[in-house]
Nanobody
Framework: QVQLVESGGGLVQAGDSLRLSCAAS????????MAWFRQAPGKERERVAA????????YYANSVKGRFTISRDNAKNTVYLQMSSLKVEDTGVYFC???????????WGQGTQVTVSS
């Protein structure tokens, strides 16, 4: 089992920045990739950024390219999401997810709320 704990959400104004953190613990051997998803009210959960633990691949949704940066600290088993130039439409619950051994994102954090006001 892998446990994921997110932190860093909050209420900010449009144009502000925010950094989310997700610390993984437990059976992290074989950690393959980690990702950030978000779910806005009334919308489906979408993947916004992902990184392979080797660092050889990074993904960004088109809606966040150029504004969000995903990074990882392998020694701390932690992934970060630096969010800049936040928009009202970035509002939602942000979830961290882990893929162990390339089997898909089967471990999820509890989510952290990000609210961007105009």
């Amino acid at each position: 089992q892998v446990q994921l704990v997110e932190s860093g959400g909050g209420l900010v104004q449009a144009g502000d920045s925010l950094r989310l953190s997700c610390a993984a613990s437990g059976r992290t051997v074989g950690l393959y990739a980690m990702a950030w998803f978000r779910q806005a009210p009334g919308k489906e959960r979408e993947r916004v950024a992902a990184v392979r633990w080797s660092g050889t691949w990074i993904y960004y949704a088109n809606s966040v390219k150029g504004r969000f940066t995903i990074s990882r600290d392998n020694a701390k088993n932690t992934v970060y999401l630096q969010m800049s130039s936040l928009k009202v439409e970035d509002t939602g619950v942000y979830f961290c997810a882990a893929d162990v051994s390339a089997r898909g994102y089967s471990y999820w954090g509890q989510g952290t709320q990000v609210t961007v006001s105009s």
